[in-house]
């Protein structure tokens, strides 16, 4: 808890003064300012160090700018490390360059093109050049671009992965994956021996492309989000079906680890919002030993037709599963996007298009015919033995079973433009997606096909990379680079770049070679412990009061050869700019444990900065290679002097009687005696509060108790049983002996303004009729002793209510009133007369009068 007040300074000559007295200081209990969450860490300052999501603080990555090429570019698409030589392809005006120590210069301009895609092809560099006639190209050693192959049908190359002697390529706006082998590709032949569709889809793009240790083909696309996983059959076809559906319509990265784990990471353009999505987590939460996987809809095996999906398991965590169909209205829109890609209008994705939009207006606009689509569909009926397979699959954990059909083309089958037809996936039937989720997420699909999510962050997400383990994420459009352990749920912003958007990564030599856009620059990232020293400054911590510093302990695990060096310094204004400040302490240095010493035990060290108000501590890290010390909790026990409690406002009232109703006869009563006070206190060390109620008579110096010890704020005081009416204070007295023993309780005290306790009824006197004729005139005078007369009435023999009467000067506002009222049109025979006299309190008399009309 990090405690935030603002308030008048306080010299530090009465800090001192202020602790003098052991006794004092032993007499008051300390309170701690724990510094232990993403919250707490985050209000300080990091230079070298970084504060991950579980609340601690490392060392960081270290960021080194090799070059800006704005005057080339804006944006590097992708980049490719070839032995010494770091090629970058960049645009928005299509540039292959390359990286010369820390300069880089052009190796060649294409006009009307787009390189998207890099990759290392038989020791050269391969290039994916997009255009009205797509193509493939290597650069030679003399600095020229050779093709390869020319795709007239493809206009987009969006990704590529070589494989053996073929390249496979994800393209667009057809949506297709294709197999090309440039060594026996022919363009001219009717069934093109080199080049196969592996996969048309119904999006307009696939956006990305990963392979397992199988061989298998990964695949992301646009519009609905699908990933795809294409397995190659040994007759030369592939099988294909959908391992997620995501919640958002882009997939912007891809991932397979050594341990075929897949990673995805989606970027919807409308999601990548400044900010993050919720507040730093505030709470200590524990932490996960590991990331457990959560099952997603399967999908049914291709021998398995149409058969509905299975149960599914319910998920206790924040992890979305992603059902296999899309809402009514992605797909309205996904016919939408077919029918405007068959036009001839641009279905580009937004993640790897932002950066470019408004920059390319001088570009000539990209043109190619789209060649019709096809769809296979699946209406076969199961039988009863495919229904027991399915339940016996589902039984056995539903490895196996799979949410959608597919149709698989034999090997060499024909096709329209002499190619191998490509299987075409059908959509099983769901429940449909889940609602809008802010953000963008990236997945873990294990090798049961089971999906958890482990990141969500108001960013796009444009690249993975596999560095040891953990992932590196390249972002848009706030430029930062997320490290995530899956396995723990750490997620660290190990960098914040100047660059809006971090399209490409790649692990050289140890370290992360970045391409950036808006700007374009050339980032190297060291791994994290690379940086050797950093520091951490807290934010400054207000006690609220000159207080004395008691021990600062650090909770850290302390690896060999590495350290976390502890100093303080304090001051009484929340600024240190504005004013001095002590002095930085005598750095405390806590090295590695030594054996059979728990890294969870706190590390102690007795804070020697002078009593002051506010307080300020910094870390020093010191590494070792790709070692770093973690801070996983900082407490600073500190106490203040037992300060005076203090009483800021004291009212008495009595209950407000009804005013300005009609006074019957039968609904008579008296006013209620119970006074209601009403106080508050607080204490500035927090302490609880006990309070004494007491009354004064008027013209007496005289306290008498009404109630003591009393430990809420307000009090109901029946003054009819003890005190006589008159004037009177009320003192409330509020003390914290409660929590100070002895003579260190202090106590405060405040008396109210006057206050009248009136319980006793007004008169009325002299009251006297007077005949004349067939009419009467009463007249008398009302008197109380404390409260001003409020009102007079009257009735006549039986009437049920009172007729007011105005006194003579037609104003009540005095304790003395006189009145007379006029009683016409009287029968003859006696009458009585009732007079209501009441005070301003609600106490009232009544008085009778008979009298005769003859």
């Given at each position: 808890m990090i405690f935030k007040k603002k308030g008048q300074c306080i010299a530090l000559t009465i800090a001192c003064s202020l602790f003098t007295t052991a006794s004092l200081v032993n007499a008051i209990q300390p309170e701690t300012f724990l510094q232990s969450t993403e919250a707490d860490f985050s209000k300080g300052e990091n230079e070298n160090t970084v504060v991950t999501n579980l609340g601690d603080i490392k060392l960081s990555a270290s960021t080194t700018i090799i070059d800006k090429i704005s005057d080339e570019a804006s944006i590097i698409y992708d980049l490719q490390k070839i032995g010494d030589r770091t090629y970058l392809a960049a645009g928005p005006e299509a540039k292959l360059l390359e990286l010369v120590g820390e300069e880089v210069k052009e190796i060649s301009s294409l006009e009307n093109e787009q390189i998207f895609s890099l990759a290392l092809y038989k020791g050269k560099l391969l290039l994916g050049i997009s255009g009205a006639n797509s193509r493939l190209a290597t650069l030679e050693d003399d600095g020229s671009i050779k093709t390869l192959v020319e795709l007239s049908e493809t206009r987009y190359i969006w990704d590529m992965i070589p494989n053996g002697h073929g390249i496979i390529l994800a393209t667009g706006i057809e949506g297709q994956i294709i197999s090309v082998n440039p060594e026996t590709f022919d363009a001219e032949a009717e069934e093109n021996p080199g080049m196969q569709v592996v996969l048309d889809v119904e999006q307009a793009n696939v956006l990305c492309l990963a392979m397992d240790s199988q061989s298998r083909i990964y695949a992301g696309t646009d519009t609905d989000g699908l990933v795809f996983r294409i397995t190659p059959k040994d007759d030369g076809s592939y099988e294909a079906f959908v391992i997620l559906d995501a919640n958002e319509p882009e997939i912007g990265a891809l991932l397979v680890t050594n341990q075929d784990i897949v990673y995805v990471g989606t970027a919807d353009a409308k999601q990548a919002k400044p900010g993050r999505i919720s507040e730093v987590i505030g709470q200590e939460k524990g932490r996960p030993d590991e990331i457990e996987s959560v099952n997603v809809e399967p999908a049914s095996p291709s021998d398995i037709p149409d058969v509905p999906p299975a149960p599914e398991p319910v998920d206790q965590t924040d992890t979305d599963i992603e059902p296999l169909e899309a809402p009514a209205e992605t797909q309205a829109d996904d016919s939408a996007d077919l029918e405007n890609a068959q036009e001839g209008v641009d279905t580009e994705p937004q993640a790897i298009m932002l950066a470019i939009q408004d920059q390319d207006d001088d570009l000539q606009p990209m043109q190619s015919d789209l060649a019709e689509q096809t769809e296979a569909e699946i209406n076969t009926e199961p039988t009863a033995e495919q229904r027991d397979r399915l339940r016996e699959l589902v039984r056995q954990k539903l490895l196996s079973a799979r949410n959608s059909g597919t149709l698989q083309a034999p090997a060499g089958s024909p096709s329209e433009g002499g190619r191998k037809a490509a299987p075409s996936v059908a959509r099983a039937k769901s429940s449909g997606k889940q609602g809008p989720q802010q953000g963008n997420a990236i997945y873990r699909i294990d090798k049961d096909g089971f999906v958890s999510q482990v990141f969500r962050e108001s960013v796009m997400i444009l690249k993975l990379i596999d560095d040891n383990g953990d992932l590196l994420v390249g972002t848009g459009n706030e430029g930062q680079i997320f490290r995530i352990d899956p396995s723990l749920g750490e997620t660290t912003i190990v960098a914040?770049?100047?660059?809006?958007?971090?399209?490409?990564?790649?692990?050289?030599?140890?370290?992360?070679?970045?391409?950036?856009?808006?700007?374009?620059?050339?980032?190297?990232?060291?791994?994290?412990?690379?940086?050797?020293?950093?520091?951490?400054?807290?934010?400054?911590?207000?006690?609220?009061?000159?207080?004395?510093?008691?021990?600062?302990?650090?909770?850290?695990?302390?690896?060999?050869?590495?350290?976390?060096?502890?100093?303080?310094?304090?001051?009484?204004?929340?600024?240190?700019?504005?004013?001095?400040?002590?002095?930085?302490?005598?750095?405390?240095?806590?090295?590695?444990?030594?054996?059979?010493?728990?890294?969870?035990?706190?590390?102690?060290?007795?804070?020697?900065?002078?009593?002051?108000?506010?307080?300020?501590?910094?870390?020093?890290?010191?590494?070792?290679?790709?070692?770093?010390?973690?801070?996983?909790?900082?407490?600073?026990?500190?106490?203040?002097?037992?300060?005076?409690?203090?009483?800021?406002?004291?009212?008495?009232?009595?209950?407000?009687?009804?005013?300005?109703?009609?006074?019957?006869?039968?609904?008579?009563?008296?006013?209620?005696?119970?006074?209601?006070?009403?106080?508050?206190?607080?204490?500035?060390?927090?302490?609880?509060?006990?309070?004494?109620?007491?009354?004064?008579?008027?013209?007496?110096?005289?306290?008498?108790?009404?109630?003591?010890?009393?430990?809420?704020?307000?009090?109901?005081w029946n003054t009819a049983l003890r005190a006589p009416d008159g004037w009177y204070y009320i003192r409330i007295i509020a003390t914290d002996k409660l929590d100070n023993p002895g003579d260190m309780a202090l106590s405060y005290s405040r008396r109210s303004e006057p206050v009248l306790v009136d319980n006793s009824p007004p008169k009325a006197e002299d009251l006297q009729i007077k005949i004349s004729g067939r009419s009467a005139v009463l007249f008398g005078t009302a008197i109380d002793k404390y409260s001003p007369i409020h009102t007079i009435g009257y009735l006549l023999d039986d009437e049920a209510f009172f007729h007011p009467i105005l006194p003579d000067d037609l104003i009540f506002d005095s304790t003395t009133e006189t009145f007379s009222v006029t009683l016409p049109d009287l029968t003859a025979g006696q009458h009585v007369v009732t007079v209501k006299v009441n005070d301003d309190r609600g106490n009232f008399v009544l008085q009778r009068k008979l009298f005769e009309i003859k």
């Open positions: 914040d770049l100047e660059a809006e958007q971090i399209p490409a990564m790649q692990v050289v030599d140890g370290s992360v070679l970045i391409g950036t856009a808006n700007p374009a620059e050339i980032v190297n990232l060291t791994e994290a412990g690379k940086s050797v020293r950093g520091t951490y400054l807290s934010p400054i911590l207000d006690a609220g009061q000159v207080s004395l510093w008691g021990t600062l302990r650090v909770t850290a695990d302390i690896a060999e050869e590495t350290s976390v060096t502890v100093e303080t310094r304090s001051g009484n204004v929340d600024n240190p700019e504005l004013a001095p400040w002590s002095t930085w302490s005598q750095a405390k240095v806590f090295m590695p444990l030594e054996e059979n010493h728990s890294p969870l035990q706190p590390r102690e060290m007795l804070v020697s900065s002078p009593p002051a108000r506010y307080i300020q501590y910094r870390l020093t890290l010191m590494g070792q290679a790709d070692k770093t010390p973690v801070i996983g909790r900082v407490a600073t026990a500190y106490v203040t002097p037992n300060l005076r409690p203090s009483v800021t406002s004291v009212t008495a009232t009595y209950p407000e009687p009804p005013k300005n109703q009609p006074q019957n006869i039968n609904k008579l009563g008296q006013p209620n005696p119970n006074m209601n006070i009403k106080w508050e206190a607080f204490d500035p060390n927090g302490d609880t509060l006990l309070y004494t109620l007491q009354f004064q008579p008027s013209g007496t110096s005289r306290w008498i108790n009404i109630v003591e010890d009393h430990a809420q704020p307000s009090f109901e």
